[in-house]
């Protein structure tokens, strides 16, 4: 596997982290022990992003709710 194609996966993993997922499951499971280091990376890059998204997401609603930040 190239370089540029561990790259494309991983930039997929995260700008798609469903992508991430399933290539992660499906690699992680393939004989070749290259493929199972990438498959690993993308499905934790995937869980990573999705984890940081929903805390950014959380934050930011709970920035809306209060008095201050919430406008006129």
Known sequence: ???????????????????GIIVGIFW???Q???KKVV???C???AI???VLSCIC?????ALSI???????
């Open 66 to 72: 209060m008095p201050a930040f919430s406008g006129y």
């Open 39 to 41: 498959g690993k990376n």
């Open 32 to 34: 070749d022990p290259e």
């Open 43 to 45: 499905l934790i890059i």
């Open 57 to 61: 997401w959380f934050a930011a609603s």
């Open 28 to 30: 992680m499971n393939d």
């Open 1 to 19: 596997m190239s370089g540029g194609q561990k790259a494309l996966f991983y930039i997929l993993s995260i700008l798609i982290p469903i992508v």
């Open 48 to 50: 990573v992003v999705m």
